[in-house]
């Protein structure tokens, strides 16, 4: 399964956007496809950003345990504010 990540926050240093493929049975199986991506390419740094980032489709947040797997989602990263 093929899907692209709308890059948001810190993760546009990436670009817009990024693709993963692999099987996914779940969001957890995409947030690791994004792991490694994040790894293959050299970006360790943002790997514990991920980690502590969430997946939406349109106006919905997914949660790792969610079984469907839009084709296209957002990662939005932490954000702080004051």
Do not use: W
């Not at 493929?21 to 995409?30: K, R």
């Not at 969430?54 to 797997?69: C, M, N, P, T, W």
């Amino acid at each position: 399964m093929a899907v692209t990540v709308h890059c948001l926050g810190v993760f546009r240093e990436l670009g817009d956007s990024f693709t993963v493929e692999a099987p996914m049975q779940s969001v957890a199986d995409l947030r690791a496809a994004c792991d490694a991506y994040l790894t293959a390419v050299g970006r360790h740094d943002l790997v514990s950003v991920l980690k502590r980032s969430v997946f939406a489709s349109d106006d919905l947040v997914l949660r790792d345990s969610d079984v469907e797997i839009p084709n296209a989602v957002s990662v939005l990263p932490p954000v702080a504010g004051g």
